[in-house]
């Protein structure tokens, strides 16, 4: 199983970015599928999440600008970033829990870098 993320990139302030984190492989299904961020000197933070059913939970700074959503058919996920700012600035990493053979594992992908200037 793979996870491959892409649609990072240079934006200014103000501007969007849709990052996608497909998952390829010998999957069953999919549980929660996330996005994290790492920054220079931080631990890595939860960004949003989106389990199976659609429910969606996401970090204070990104309320209200960020949206995850999720194609169950093609097993992606999308992080729709809107109103960004340089504070967003990180590499983004996705994450999902994954049913293989009855048995829930947790991927990484291998990050993507955002980054917004001001």
């Known amino acids: 199983v793979q996870l491959q993320a892409s649609g990072g990139g240079l934006v200014q302030a103000g501007g969007s970015l849709r990052p996608s984190c497909a998952a390829s492989?010998?999957?069953?299904?999919?549980?929660?599928m996330a996005w994290y961020r790492q920054t220079p000197g931080k631990q890595r933070e939860l960004v949003a999440a989106?389990?199976?059913?659609?429910?969606?939970n996401y970090a204070d700074s990104v309320k209200g600008r960020f949206t995850i959503s999720r194609d169950n058919a093609k097993n992606t996920a999308y992080l729709q970033m809107n109103g960004l700012k340089p504070e967003d600035t990180g590499v983004y990493y996705c994450?999902?829990?994954?049913?293989?053979?009855?048995?829930?594992?947790?991927?990484w992908g291998q990050g993507t870098q955002v980054t917004v200037s001001s």
């Open positions: 994450n999902a829990a994954i049913w293989i053979e009855g048995v829930l594992r947790l991927y």
């Open positions: 492989g010998r999957i069953s299904s999919i549980n929660t």
């Open positions: 989106i389990r199976n059913g659609g429910l969606t």
